[in-house]
């Protein structure tokens, strides 16, 4: 095996493994220590990193696990991640988890929350909110309270105070790992051939389960193995996929857009490791640090309020300028509401400013993928036919 396939493997074992058994071990060799659960989308691991515990990206049950008792916690007209995150708490599967965290996603993620106290009463579970105001007299101080109340918790959790240099020395970590990350966007934007996208994901996925330190050393050899590889290069139509930000589509989805002939050169399958755009300064107060920049340097989404209808889906606009994209893909996965309620808006953008989309829907267990295929194919095929008008 290459350099490439060993890193790639070892990411396709952490996402296998529905046991969390990397965290269970990194709990268990240390006496004391304390894993946090997030739900997906953004939370501030800086944190829970510098409170000693591992935090640890809970993104549902995907399409290994079969839900039987979480249809039981929610009706059928909403989206699968809180059935299969209920089946994972309920079957045992996190009972290692000392905390859970659920980030300001959605109503029905903010409903898992208080069910999560009740369900699992020894666990400290905690709605996490995040400003729609971005003054920072308004919004920030919103938002340090906010994270003062988190770090108040994560230290009664770990029984010690989390220290202002224990944040900059975590800040300073997760700096490392944006830089990386961003590296790796860079890389496949540049040569999408030799970076699939599949292979992006399971990288992105691993930094979910991955102590910083390990996952920053994983990015580090991918970013050096990934260009030394002999992988064909193909006429294939280069695409944004967006809309995938909360509920993570089955990983054969990705793989079958690609092989529908499209390089998909930009997405927001992972905006916890994407959420600030460039470093977060580590001197001064490092909670207002914190807070600044997600007032001021964050990405968007549909999942984030935009004060400024002038700019609301400018960001597509311009991550297809960033990427060289030719058409983006709304995968949006069914009921979900942030998703589909803004992607109306979102497409009028993209049409003003000629820019080709297709959309579809998809559900984290989705198991037929020939039609999704066949949409993707046709789509890149158009693609290629009007730029040639």
């Not at 903010?110 to 003054?135: A, C, E, H, T």
């Not at 101080?141 to 770090?151: D, H, T």
């Amino acid at each position: 095996m290459t350099a490439t396939a060993d890193i790639v493997a070892r990411c396709q074992t952490l996402f296998d493994d529905l046991h969390f058994t990397y965290a269970r071990e990194w709990k268990a060799a240390v006496p004391g220590r304390k894993v946090v659960g997030y739900m997906p989308f953004y939370v501030p691991r800086e944190l829970i990193h510098a409170a000693g515990a591992l935090p640890l990206g809970v993104l549902g049950g995907g399409d290994q696990l079969e839900v039987i008792h979480g249809d039981a916690y929610y009706q059928s007209y909403i989206c699968r991640i809180p059935r299969s995150t209920v089946e994972l708490g309920v079957t045992g599967r996190l009972d290692f988890v000392d905390g859970m965290l659920f980030p300001s996603i959605c109503d029905v993620i903010r409903n898992l929350s208080g069910m999560w106290k009740i369900m699992f009463p020894k666990v400290k579970s905690r709605y996490f909110d995040v400003p729609q105001n971005f003054r920072n007299d308004v919004g920030g101080e919103f938002y340090i309270n906010e994270l003062n109340e988190l770090r108040d918790m994560l230290a009664e959790l770990g029984g010690r105070a989390v220290g202002d240099d224990a944040i900059r020395a975590s800040i300073a970590l997760y700096n490392e790992n944006r830089r990386l990350v961003r590296d790796v966007y860079a890389l496949r934007s540049k040569q999408p051939w030799k970076t699939p996208s599949a292979e992006v994901y399971l990288l992105m996925r691993a930094g979910m389960i991955l102590a910083v330190e390990e996952h920053n050393r994983l990015l580090s050899e991918y970013l050096a193995a990934a260009p030394q590889e002999d992988r064909p290069r193909r006429d294939n139509s280069r695409v944004v996929v967006t809309g995938v930000f909360c509920e993570q589509p089955p990983l054969n989805l990705i793989k079958s857009i690609e092989l529908s002939g499209c390089y998909i050169v930009d997405d927001d399958f992972m905006l916890v490791n994407r959420w600030e755009r460039s470093d977060v300064p580590v001197e001064g107060d490092p909670i207002r640090n914190l807070a600044l920049a997600y007032l001021h340097d964050s990405g968007d989404t549909s999942a984030k309020y935009e004060p400024d209808q002038k700019k609301k889906g400018l960001y597509l606009v311009d991550a297809v300028k960033r990427s060289g994209a030719e058409g983006v893909i709304f995968a949006a996965p069914s009921f979900c509401d942030p998703a589909l309620l803004e992607r109306p808006m979102l497409q009028s953008v993209l049409a003003a400013h000629g820019v080709p989309y297709i959309a579809f829907k998809y559900a984290e267990n989705s198991g037929q993928m020939q039609p999704i295929r066949e949409q993707a194919g046709t789509f890149a095929d158009s693609i290629k036919l009007w730029s040639e008008q």
